[in-house]
């Protein structure tokens, strides 16, 4: 039982449009969200975050929203570039203050930016 | 400059035989973590470590083994008990303060024949 969703295997985007990435979860236990960004034969890294506790966080170009009632996020990237082409995982996490976090993955959106 | 290693970058073995993948960090971080990466299903946990000499099962540990001797190594063993070793790997740590993300190592591909 999947309990963090990203629904869309993939996405395609012209360079300087909008991607809009989704991410759908079950568990309303959740209060910690994280999106990652892969290229491929390297380990993800670290985007940008959000609290259940705000249902909006900005960095940039990327911004994530979260709508606790609907159980879902999703991360804009305006505008896009070729070089954002890359897988991207949505996380979630309870937080329980120790290093135990452990965080629960999406299977994944691969974006294709177009130049 | 910090960070985690992970080798060999890519590992082949036989059916049947153990392998050990090696995982250092040098971030002084206390938690370490294994995933496992299959296509189209995100990263699954292994095995984590919040402390020296301390480590629980994540959500798919069968056929898997780790040590934490020391804070900087979690290194991961495939076992001959693993039925579909062959997969993504990667390493990650973190530490330990309130909501700190993820770092990962860049992986290992180890496949089975």
């Known amino acids: 039982d999947q309990q963090v969703k990203q629904n869309s295997p993939s996405l395609s985007v012209q360079e300087g449009r909008i991607s809009i990435l989704n991410c759908d979860y079950t568990?309303?236990?959740?209060?910690?969200f994280l999106w990652y960004k892969k290229y491929p034969a390297e380990g993800p890294t670290f985007l940008i975050s959000i609290s259940s506790i705000k249902d909006k966080n900005e960095d940039g170009r990327f911004t994530v929203f979260l709508n606790k009632s609907a159980k879902h996020l999703s991360l804009h990237i305006v505008p896009s570039q070729p070089g954002d082409s890359a897988v991207y995982f949505c996380a979630a996490s309870v937080v329980n203050n120790n290093a135990g976090n452990m965080l629960t993955f999406g299977g994944g959106t691969r974006l294709m930016v177009k130049p | 400059d910090g960070g985690i290693t992970q080798s060999p970058k890519y590992l082949f073995r036989k059916e049947g035989q153990n392998v050990t993948l090696s995982c250092e960090q040098n971030?002084?971080?206390?938690?370490m973590y294994w995933y496992r990466q299959d296509p189209g299903q995100g990263l699954r946990l292994i095995y984590y470590s919040q402390i020296v000499n301390d480590f629980q099962k994540g959500d798919i540990a069968e056929g898997y083994s780790v040590s934490r001797e020391k804070k900087e190594s979690f290194p991961l063993t495939v076992t001959s008990a693993q039925k579909n070793p062959t997969a993504f790997y990667l390493c990650?740590?973190?530490?330990?303060?309130?909501?700190?993300?993820?770092?990962f190592g860049n992986g290992t591909r180890l496949t089975v024949t």
């Open positions: 971030l002084n971080h206390d938690a």
């Open positions: 568990n309303s236990m959740f209060d910690y």
């Open positions: 990650a740590s973190r530490h330990s303060s309130y909501n700190s993300p993820l770092h």
